[in-house]
């Protein structure tokens, strides 16, 4: 049992490259979340879905976008890199909207 | 605005002394709140959760309170050991379940 399995751990990009982070969880967990988290500051709600197909915005949106295609997967995708996307990205995952399950993270500078 | 703020960045304590950190909000009405553990490098790790109806929530060494007169959460470690020491965040969750809300962690060291 994997719990929620975040790929890659770390990753270096340039100002105005995309990539996708991805998230899987294998606990059949119906509420899907992407956090951000900055140096001293909480976690930050980027995006979260509640169900296959239906994905919503958190608190801080903007560069990002989602997908939530199947049940397990729900991966995150950053257009455009800009410098202020430097952070640690955690993805959880939670039966009834509490209790999260989070994942271990990916580190992602953007240079 | 909404926001959620715990009192200390840092909290220093003595192994075997009660540790109490303090969640406070305003502009917001949580159904649940709830408190994580975040070990360097790693993900929160889920502690306990107490409904806004419930006022003392209890699991082995740790115990939670929550008043929403006051707007406040105390999280309290007894019998305090140095593997304690991690950064605890405390999360509010609305009454539509749909999204978690955290404040800025509070680290905790307890020292032998």
């Known amino acids: 049992n994997a719990g929620v399995t975040q790929t890659p751990k770390f990753r270096i990009l340039k100002i105005g490259q995309s990539m996708t982070l991805q998230c899987a969880q294998d606990?059949?967990?119906?509420?899907m979340y992407w956090y951000r988290q900055d140096p001293g500051m909480g976690l930050k709600l980027i995006y979260y879905?509640?169900?296959?197909?239906?994905?919503d915005k958190g608190e801080v949106p903007n560069g990002y976008n989602v997908s939530r295609s199947t049940t397990e997967d729900f991966p995150l995708r950053l257009e455009l890199a800009a410098p202020s996307q430097t952070s640690v990205y955690f993805c959880?995952?939670?039966?009834?909207?509490?209790?999260?399950?989070f994942g271990s993270g990916t580190r992602l500078t953007v240079v | 605005s909404q926001k959620i703020e715990q009192n200390s960045e840092a909290l220093n304590i003595q192994e075997g002394k009660t540790a109490t950190l303090t969640c406070n909000y305003t502009?917001?009405?949580?159904?649940?709140l709830q408190w994580y553990r975040q070990d360097p490098g790693r993900g929160p790790v889920f502690l306990l959760l107490?409904?806004?109806?419930?006022k003392e929530k209890r699991k082995e060494r740790l115990k939670v309170t929550f008043d929403t007169t006051l707007k406040q959460s105390l999280f309290h470690i007894t019998a305090s050991q140095p593997a304690d020491s991690a950064t605890y965040l405390c999360?509010?969750?609305?009454?539509?379940?749909?999204?978690?809300?955290f404040g800025a962690g509070t680290r905790l060291t307890v020292k032998p």
């Open positions: 959880a995952s939670s039966v009834t909207g509490f209790g999260y399950t």
């Open positions: 606990m059949n967990h119906n509420y």
């Open positions: 107490i409904r806004e109806n419930e």
């Open positions: 502009n917001y009405s949580p159904a649940y």
């Open positions: 999360a509010l969750v609305g009454s539509n379940n749909n999204d978690m809300r």
């Open positions: 879905s509640v169900g296959a197909g239906i994905t």
